[in-house]
């Protein structure tokens, strides 16, 4: 289990002119990356999900940053910007675990990283011109699930911004939030702009739920709330992914880390409905209810088990079908049960960043070289059996957490990382389903340093366009080494001495060093991520 001694104790208090040591709010660390989102946002007009007719930059004096050097100097200035805000995220992770700040100024930066990304354009993906076009196809009268935003003959500006391989893929996305994006499109039309930071506001009533939840989770779940805030909402995840995207997730992983709250306070009836709510979002919340189930079960008075769960799971079904039928029925204006089917549109992604995606390529390779054969085989035999591991492990899982309460929470969150890595697509922002939820439980140093690295690298692996930059094999080293660097950084400052190295005076060989000066109080050089 990842989760299981306590943060650093609290540091002593620092010596006046001790710079080693923080103040209790890290104004600097705030600043720095304020101004890397600042970058990122100012990067991204010219290198992030840019409109194929922009009317801010498409012409006039500004227009060359989208194109040839001033598109190399907007991809420069906007990984200055990630640079930065990672290094702010660091080492604010630090001050955490050191206990020398506590919630709010970590609050405080996430919220002042993210307000710089409220007006930029998508960054690393390109699906919020998806959720507007499949909202604009309901909004006209057209069914999302039967084909993809080409079929529209209005509102041309968002039909030609959906990436061409979901104009004619059917939404993989629940009712609900197609019911969302419909009113976003009915208020903004055909203008993209005013419909993407719309798209952020709205997605914001998922952080803010979010926000609310976590303090109450930490509290049942045991971990340690500037941890928690630090791990799940002012990292590059968050802030970058689910927010600078923008991603549905963010709305989804409202209602779930609600209903768990819900389910944790023997409130069942709440939970079932606000997670099945969830599920009409984005399906993935559905992997929740049958551990919520055993939280039910272990709640009703008795010593009979068996009766209890049959009890409560009796119940949860008779509160999912109503609430699901009802919330799909309002809208769509039909039972319209076609977003199962759109769930298999996201498998057309193929990348080794899925795990059975990539061993699948793995074999291709190999056989490749002596017989010339179709990846798709190998691909789809290695996809078939990581689904049947899949599922055993998930119904593996669930029998463990029968026992109920914050165990059967534990493996939810497991499960929901499991299958954001095995089932197909491994899209990078799908990891927050479960790092989420598992960031309300204690922590030991060295796993949120593997948290780090991970972060770092899922956001880069893909360009600031939304293309995926995974076989690009000399940018993939760069992004590896960054992530490492990262992560080794959170537990030690400067851990290649590449800092102190660049601070440090040359010396004249000339003349011996002059020794150093004893003043009282003046700390020794140090260096940071």
Not at 269 to 285: C, E, H, W
Not at 311 to 339: K, Y
Not at 500 to 529: H, M, N, Q, Y
Request: aromatic fraction near 12%.
């Amino acid at each position: 289990m990842a989760t299981t001694t306590e943060p650093a104790p609290l540091s002593p208090a620092p010596s006046v002119g001790d710079l080693r040591v923080p103040s209790r709010f890290p104004y600097r660390t705030i600043a720095m990356g304020t101004v890397g989102s600042t970058l990122l946002m100012l990067g991204a007009f010219g290198a992030g999900g840019i409109l194929i007719h922009d009317p801010v930059l498409g012409q006039g004096p500004m227009s060359w940053i989208r194109y040839g050097h001033g598109r190399m100097l907007a991809n420069a200035v906007l990984y200055v910007g990630f640079a930065l805000v990672v290094w702010a995220w660091v080492r604010l992770g630090r001050y955490v675990l050191a206990g020398r700040v506590g919630s709010k100024p970590v609050l405080i930066a996430a919220f002042c990283w993210m307000a710089p990304l409220l007006i930029s354009p998508p960054l690393f993906t390109r699906d919020v011109f998806s959720y507007l076009g499949q909202g604009a196809q309901l909004l006209h009268g057209l069914d999302p699930y039967a084909n993809g935003p080409a079929e529209l003959n209005v509102l041309p500006n968002v039909v030609q911004n959906v990436h061409p391989l979901w104009q004619t893929t059917p939404a993989p996305y629940g009712p609900l939030f197609l019911l969302l994006s419909k009113g976003i499109v009915a208020l903004t039309g055909d203008n993209m702009i005013p419909g993407v930071i719309l798209t952020r506001v709205v997605l914001l009533a998922g952080l803010a739920g979010t926000l609310w939840a976590l303090p109450r989770l930490v509290r049942h779940l045991g971990g340690k709330l500037p941890v928690t805030l630090w791990l799940a909402v002012a990292s590059p995840m968050m802030v970058i992914h689910l927010f600078g995207g923008p991603h549905n997730d963010l709305m989804m992983l409202a209602f779930l880390t609600i209903g768990v709250l819900a389910a944790l306070e023997r409130k069942h009836v709440v939970a079932i409905v606000l997670v099945t709510l969830g599920m009409l979002i984005k399906p993935t919340a559905a992997i929740a209810l049958p551990f919520l189930v055993w939280v039910w079960a272990n709640h009703l008075p008795g010593e009979s088990k068996i009766r209890n769960f049959l009890r409560a799971g009796a119940a949860s079904v008779a509160l999912f079908l109503p609430v699901f039928v009802l919330g799909t029925w309002v809208s769509l204006g039909s039972l319209n049960l076609g977003w199962f089917a759109g769930l298999k549109a996201p498998q057309l992604i193929a990348n080794w960043l899925n795990f059975p995606t990539g061993i699948g390529e793995i074999f291709y390779s190999l056989v490749h070289l002596i017989v010339d054969v179709q990846p798709s085989p190998f691909v789809t035999v290695a996809r078939a059996i990581a689904m049947i591991g899949l599922a055993v492990f998930g119904v593996w899982q669930w029998w463990l957490a029968r026992g109920g309460g914050k165990e059967a929470i534990f493996r939810a969150a497991v499960v929901l990382l499991a299958v954001a890595i095995l089932f197909p697509p491994t899209l990078p922002w799908y990891l927050t389903w479960g790092f989420v939820l598992l960031s309300t439980y204690k922590w030991q140093r060295r796993n949120l340093s593997a948290v780090v690295a991970v972060s770092v690298f899922v956001t880069l692996v893909y360009y600031p366009t939304g293309e995926q930059a995974l076989y690009d094999w000399w940018f993939i080293a760069i992004v590896i080494a960054a992530s490492l660097y990262a992560a080794a950084s959170l537990l030690r400052p400067d851990p290649l001495g590449l800092v102190a190295a660049w601070r440090r005076k040359p010396v004249d060989t000339f003349l011996p060093p002059t020794p150093p000066a004893e003043k009282p109080g003046e700390p020794a050089a140090s260096g940071t991520l």
